[in-house]
């Protein structure tokens, strides 16, 4: 029997393209989610925990077979927190990769140079940042976000010196990055609305060797309390240093940075790092009693060895942990990975479980974090990630 | 609270001053302005911190390696940024090259050591918390004794007669037969030293932390400019007067409003005084 060529030719095309039919065709597609994320540079820090809880959440699903028999493929882009990279990764992953949905990036400065490009691609994305303007359910139908505002840091901050402190005079300072500005500027708009008493605010260079002037400063003007917006360690510890130097045991009050491990090692005394109160979540404190909420009791629990905690946040890994899930989930209930049905089932979800705290979104509501779940820490109580739930709490 | 504005603003204006005298020792033996100033100065204090806190070093052994680090690195901005763009000094290349390499010097110094400010040891434990405390006077010390150091040094010894000669008339010192390139090189060693100084002595008060070189960089080069190009007595003085001017500004307006408020009075005084309050005009030959 002779062979023509067509016929082998045919034949070879056949047998080669086999394995990739059982891997395209047969095999269900993944779900391929965008997980983009600062890995290198200075602003890693938060990554680290992300990372944790995506990787941990992903092989958890995975290893019980998937939503709907598909697996999660994460597609990771290091964005390095340079907005050009995050818009050129984020093109890449819409583009190129073809994922579902996108958790990232994870800063804010990156995420006001995405989300339109994510919006214009009606791409399902969930937002771990706090800058409010970032989101706009009519701008940016698709985009979630699963952090709390500036506006719910900055609530958690008032509600705390206006109930448990019962201060009036104010003193807010922050560092003069385009967040601390901007915090800064919140932070006074909803502070005199709430009728405090602002006696002074300074937006601070992060790099000023000493801020002895400015507590000065607050000092004179008989603030009873220093709100602090600065994600520098070096600044905060330089207020605290300032603090104690001039023996004025102010609260400070402020972003979650000031809690950092970073600032025990620059703080001259170990008391100096007293009376100082973070943003902190419910879910990932320690109560009174001196015991997680239980469903993160029982987190920490599972992933004890399997990766650390001491040093990165808790609420990092559970945010993590969470982004998947909810994707996951949505899915699952619509048996569909069609970004308008992720987008529709996120639209119903109402005070939605997850471990770093409750979500409750609607088509005209894209805040999805409760007001209540935003807390504050003592900044110097940090164990295994969490932190103490500050005085004065039930 | 006039004593602790005065006590941190003479301490951040020597660490100013002598990051000035940085960039006048570089300009002296090359007529370049070499931007790795203010990185010798963070180096100071990031090796002093790596030397003495990590390394577990006695302070003065610690002390000891950290400003060799500085004086070689100080070498090496000669060899690579500085040497190869000399011959085209008119096109101002060295603002790239010596640029470039701060930044690679920053990077490299983000990635090995940390992306946070890091403690620098305690020098000797002296006023904890108070206006006498160590972080203030040690500085100011460390200028005074930089500047006697480097009179000494040029009014009475051979070597720096010989820093001096090629910093007025290279061709003509070179014409007599000094050594202009290792002379140069010495003096960049110099200078690495005088930053890292800066950096070691002012390390309690500006942490070690990759980032403070290009602030010293930028306020460093204040001093030189007020106190005139190549005069060092010059930029103590706008030093010292920049760091109080800053401090008060601090207490009396608060951070960014103070910044504006220091490089307004910069720029008051070189349109009085373009030539620095200090330097002589230049002369134009005719």
Redesign the interface.
Known sequence: MSISRRTLFGSTAAVLAIPAIARHGLAAEPIRIGWLATFT??L?APTIGFDRGVQYATALINGAGGVNGRMIEIVSRDTQGDPTKAVNATQDVISRQKVHAIFGPANSGELLATTPIMARAKMPSLVPGVVNSLIDPVKFPNAFRVTPSNQQWDGAVRRYCKDILKVKKVAITAD?TGYGTSAHDDSMASFKADGFDIVY?????P????????L??AR?AGAEVLVSWTVS??MA?RMMNAR???NWDVPIAGHPALGTG?IG??V?KPTYWENVFQVGYRNCSYGPDGKLPKANADFVAAVKGKFPLSDTSLWWVCSGVDAINLIAEAVAKTGSSDSAKIIGHWNTLNMWPGLYGHYSFSPTQHNGFLDSDVVMSKANSQRDGAFDLAPGYA | ?LA??LA?GL??GA?YALIGVTYNIMFSASRVMSFTSGQMGMLGGVLGTLCISRLGLPIIPGFVLAMVGCAAIGVVTEVIAVRPVLKALDQHLYVLSTLGFALMIQTFT?IEFS?????FPRLIGIG???PW?EKFWLPVVACFATIGGLELLYRRTLVGRAFLAIAEDNFAARALGLPERNLRMASFALAGAVGGLAGFA?GE???A?F??GA?LNFFGFVPVALGGLGNNKGAVIGGLALGVFQ??A??LM???VA?VAVFAVFIVVLLVAPQGLFGAPAARRV
């Open positions: 540079g200075p890693a003069a605010d300074g937006v601070i260079d790099a000023q060797p000493d801020v002895t002037p400015d000065l400063r004179n360690s070096g510890a104690g130097a001039l970073e090692k620059l001259n | 609270m602790a504005i941190a301490a951040v660490v983000a992306t946070e400010p890091q403690p904890e918390g108070n405390d002012g008060l500006l942490l932390f980032a403070n602030t401090q008060a601090n207490f608060g951070g960014v910044s």
